[in-house]
């Protein structure tokens, strides 16, 4: 694995989610300077989300993003990609949404301000993120952790159920 890696997790609850996300995954290939790294597509309960909210269908992508990106340059990107497909402002935390795409980490880069926060402060918790990055990732370590994907996902104890689709 690279270090200069940016991993990306992709999340669909509203429309055709399935084919959001393999279509999102094709349009993320533009982002990278070589062939991007593709979970399976994960069928994942909500988690902090209204009641009702539809399951998701998840995945995550491994690029290595294009000569002189940043983190702020590619988050910008994603938020674009994200309105294509029709992703609109929020009105409430964690609604449905078409696509949601979250910067897991960039590299080794941190970051702590209003607009990114890096590696992803929630990743290491969450079953929906850890469960398709082990599959094309598994000995990867956000930075300022110890442990691997894989040893998290292993001592992960949530109640998140995961489906491969």
């Not at 080794?108 to 890096?118: D, K, V």
Request: proline share 8%; net charge neutral.
């Amino acid at each position: 694995m690279k270090n200069s890696i940016a991993i990306v997790a992709l999340g669909s609850n509203l429309g055709d989610s399935r084919k959001i996300i393999l279509d999102a995954l094709a349009r993320l290939q533009q982002f990278s300077d070589e062939p991007i790294l593709k979970s399976s597509l994960w069928q994942t309960s909500p988690v902090n989300c209204p009641p009702d909210s539809p399951k998701f269908v998840n995945a995550v992508v491994g690029l290595i993003p294009k000569e002189n990106e940043t983190p702020e340059s590619l988050l910008k990107k994603l938020r674009g990609l994200e309105k294509e497909f029709g992703r609109a402002p929020k009105t409430v935390l964690n609604e449905p949404r078409p696509l949601d795409l979250d910067l897991i980490a960039f590299g080794n880069e941190t970051r702590n301000s209003s607009e990114l926060i890096l590696p992803h402060p929630r990743a290491r918790e969450r079953r929906f993120v850890l469960q398709p990055l082990n599959e094309i990732a598994p000995d990867f370590i956000l930075t300022g952790q110890e442990k691997t994907v894989s040893q998290l996902l292993a001592g992960l104890h949530n109640h998140e159920i995961v489906t491969r689709l």
